[in-house]
């Protein structure tokens, strides 16, 4: 996995640690964490369903109901090809996995039908990773490229995708991204925001994670152009190249996003045996592009997802098998 790594900038408040059920994590100013489930396996993402009930993807392919305090976790359905992307639209719950995306209606927690309505899609390297419903009722998904840096065959990699709910016209909405994990509408504008995983070849230090503001028709420069973590400038052949809204460290995988208390939030994986990068929520305003550090102490932050009601926001820790609530301090 990919994520998003911080800016330069520092942070507009200092972290503390909390003092709740989840003392690991440091948090931003104001702010505490609890514990709200355990006992996961590599959860990989997260959404409220209809019900009011958060649902959890898990690697090995199963979705969980999980209830907010008991620990008790229903699997609800299983046999996904890693699943990473969950969306509600009404009683009807979309998943994404490997190669494909899903449609299920679900009542009562319980699947009443299940079919597959994309198959065939392409993945190597990287796959097909979160879905989001837009405010057009189309489905938005993001499809990972099949190498670290080539020209894909197939222009459905490397890309930004839209379907109608049924699977039928499919269409390439933007281009030139390595690995675009991330998806999520901004409430108050409906525009479209995606964090994308750049190239591995570059350096320890090169090249910085992005998150891009997603146009019709747009290319974003993989894998000809990238944008330098060092000088803060795209660099390559970037003629054409539509550039990103926030730099954030390299190497640091963003990946999930959500819009919370109006900023975007990126749950920055990190890298698997190194500590250097990510591993922490990162909070970006899209409209100066300044990023902060605001959670950490996570061992593989990945899923996230807004409370109903927007009073919390829910991480999964991957690594871990934990799902955080955090909220503001009462005053």
């Excluded at 440091?26 to 590599?42: C, M, P, V």
């Excluded at 199963?62 to 976790?73: H, L, M, N, Q």
């Excluded at 390595?178 to 901004?186: H, I, Q, Y």
């Excluded at 109903?308 to 991957?318: C, I, N, R, T, Y």
Aim: aromatic fraction near 8%; charged fraction near 25%.
């Amino acid at each position: 996995m990919a994520v998003v790594a911080l800016v330069s900038a520092p942070p507009a408040a200092t972290p503390q640690r909390s003092h709740s059920l989840a003392p690991a994590l440091k948090l931003a100013r104001g702010y505490t964490a609890e514990l709200y489930a355990t006992g996961l396996r590599r959860p990989t993402a997260l959404a409220f369903g209809p019900d009011g009930i958060l649902y959890a993807t898990q690697e090995k392919g199963e979705i969980v109901a999980i209830g907010r305090g008991t620990g008790r976790r229903r699997i609800v359905t299983r046999g996904f090809r890693t699943p990473l992307g969950l969306a509600w639209s009404g009683s009807t719950l979309f998943v994404s996995a490997q190669g494909s995306l899903h449609r299920l209606v679900v009542r009562g927690k319980r699947v009443v039908s299940r079919r597959t309505i994309l198959a065939g899609l392409p993945f190597g390297r990287h796959q097909q990773d979160t879905v989001a419903l837009g405010p057009d009722g189309r489905l938005y998904l993001g499809s990972g490229s099949t190498c670290n840096a080539c020209v894909e065959k197939d222009r459905r990699s490397g890309a930004i995708l839209s379907v109608r709910q049924d699977g039928s016209d499919l269409r390439i909405v933007a281009r030139g991204l390595r690995n675009p994990f991330g998806l999520a509408f901004e409430p108050d504008s409906d525009r479209l925001y995606a964090s994308d995983n750049a190239r591995d070849d570059l350096g320890e230090s090169e090249p910085a994670e992005t998150i891009v503001r997603v146009e019709q028709g747009a290319h974003y420069g993989w894998p000809g152009c990238w944008s330098s973590w060092r000088d803060r400038e795209l660099r390559g052949s970037c003629r054409g190249v539509t550039k990103p809204v926030a730099l954030l460290e390299p190497h640091s995988s963003a990946d999930s996003l959500a819009f919370w208390r109006g900023r975007l939030f990126v749950a920055e994986w990190g890298q698997y045996l190194s500590e250097r990068w990510g591993r922490k929520l990162v909070r970006v305003d899209v409209r100066t592009g300044r990023a902060t550090t605001f959670a950490d102490g996570f061992e593989h932050p990945l899923g996230l997802a807004v409370e109903p009601g927007g009073g919390a926001l829910l991480v999964g820790d991957w690594g871990r098998g934990v799902v955080y609530r955090i909220s503001r301090r009462a005053e």
